[in-house]
């Protein structure tokens, strides 16, 4: 059955999606930010998307390429959002006043963004009853290798990406939602799962930190995946595992070790992935630093405190990270403070994710 989809975010993941199911026969239209409005440009310049890789392939005539977000959510059942999650704010702002009863957004990945939407639509008195989700990672592996308007889809993620609503309880609405568009999520017992277990959370940072000289010596030729992962890094990437997997059980929740979740998501070994994957990053500016510290970093720190678990080695990323590009990262980042969620118990944050129920 097909859908009406609006997609926000017109990078690799969003021209992904808008791509791969306008092929598979749904209607979508996908929304950029003024200042990357070159991205939906040349998708317009050229009457849709070229889409190349492994999902459905060929020529995909959009529905809209835009930069009006009004237009591309009208009427949508589905918002899907493939931005950064730095930007999550920002489209929770800027959705507030038109969002309508019904529609369903899921963010893509999310960690922990639907805390920060709810957050926002609430403040801003939203009364539509719209439903948020979010999953751990995006539905795709995916790079525009030939520029804006084009995507390379190397592997379609799966089988078992892990989505919920916030509040829990409405999470079968999700997947109702999703049937037709994607076989490959399952749903988790609360955001927070999908949330830390997003994978870049803790290879991205350990990864690109600890690879720091070679980056910048290099000038642009390292594969953080293919080199980068050495035996030394290994131990620092285990042991922010161990902690997520304490925070995990501390929760109540049965933990998985990172190679079950990338097992789950990717469908492949960790030393499998690393042979397809891509060049980068080239600096302590990327998004594997600017993104995933401030914002699942942080986040799963933030929630070791509050439920008594120690997370020294994540404690040690976000020091070493803002020590490096001098920005406090803990203190702008995805913390329960920021959140409005810091005067909580653990139980009544546990309620919440669960039941949407505040104290």
């Keep these: ?15 992904a999606i808008a791509g791969d199911l306008t092929l598979a026969g749904h209607e979508c239209r996908i929304f950029e930010f003024e200042e990357w409005a070159e991205n939906v440009h040349a998708i317009n310049a050229q009457g849709g998307i070229k ?10 005539h959009v529905a809209l390429a835009t930069t009006d977000l009004r237009a591309a959510v009208d009427g949508a059942e589905l918002i899907m959002v493939a931005t950064q999650a730095l930007t999550h704010k920002r489209v929770a702002e800027a959705l507030a006043p038109l969002v309508t009863a019904g529609q369903v957004i ?28 979010e999953a751990a990672t995006l539905p795709y592996c995916c790079r525009r290798l030939e520029g804006p308007g084009t995507v390379n889809i190397h592997r379609i993620d799966g089988p078992h990406n892990y989505i919920a609503a916030l509040p829990a309880t409405r999470t079968p609405e999700v997947m ?3 049937q037709g568009v994607y076989d490959t999520v399952v749903p988790a017992r609360s955001i927070l799962e999908p949330a830390l277990y997003n994978p870049n959370i803790i290879v991205h940072p350990a990864g690109t930190l600890f690879n720091m000289g070679r980056i910048e010596f290099s000038r642009g030729e390292f594969w953080m995946y293919k080199e980068g992962i050495t035996p030394s890094v290994k131990k620092i990437i285990n042991a922010m595992d161990r902690e997520r997997q304490a925070i995990m ?3 109540g929740y049965p933990p998985k070790t990172y190679a079950q979740v990338f097992a789950d998501l990717f469908n492949v070994s960790v030393e499998e992935f690393a042979q397809a994957s891509s060049k980068g990053p080239f600096s302590m500016q990327d998004r594997y630093i600017t993104e995933d510290v401030p914002m699942g ?21 976000i020091h070493i990270a803002s020590v490096v590009n001098e920005t406090d990262y803990y203190k702008i980042g995805r913390n329960l403070k920021n959140l409005g969620l810091d005067t909580w118990s653990a139980r009544q944050l546990q309620r919440y994710v669960m039941t949407g129920k505040r104290p």
Excluded: C
């Design 106 to 133: 899921i963010l893509w990945p999310g960690s922990g963004g639907t805390l920060e939407m709810r957050r926002i639509f609430d403040k801003k008195r939203v009364k539509a009853d719209v439903l948020l989700a």
């Design 297 to 317: 970093v942080t986040l799963t720190a933030a929630l070791g405190r509050k439920l008594g678990v120690p997370t020294p080695t994540y404690d040690a990323i």
């Design 249 to 251: 059980k501390k929760l």
């Design 51 to 60: 889409v190349t890789g492994v999902a459905h392939t060929g020529f995909a």
């Design 1 to 15: 059955m097909s859908k009406k989809i609006a997609v926000i975010g017109a990078g690799n993941g969003g021209t």
């Design 176 to 178: 109702q939602a999703l």
